[in-house]
């Protein structure tokens, strides 16, 4: 389903002209209550496709939070993200 999001995309279709593909590193923080909270990119491939790492990821659906005895915690998860030229 992201990889869906991410097809039509403006950003994309720049990078797709320039040939740039790869892979970003994208981490963020799933708060208390299940939110999408602080998202930075870890290892980035280019401005674009860094920003657009970043709104799919604010784009995903609500998580069930992190426990830590018994209650909701805030966790931070790593999630790599790959962009690839088709042909």
């Known amino acids: ?8 995309s403006e950003m994309c279709i720049r990078d797709r002209e320039q040939g740039i593909q790869g892979r970003c590193i994208v981490q963020f923080v799933v708060t208390s209550t299940g939110d999408i909270g602080e998202v930075r990119v870890e290892r980035s491939l280019s401005p674009d496709c860094d920003e657009e790492c970043k709104r799919v990821v604010r784009s995903l659906p609500k998580f069930i939070p992190g426990q830590q005895d018994g209650r909701p915690v805030n966790a931070w998860y790593t999630l790599p993200l790959t962009f690839k030229l088709q042909k």
């Open 1 to 8: 389903e992201m990889q869906r999001s991410l097809v039509g």
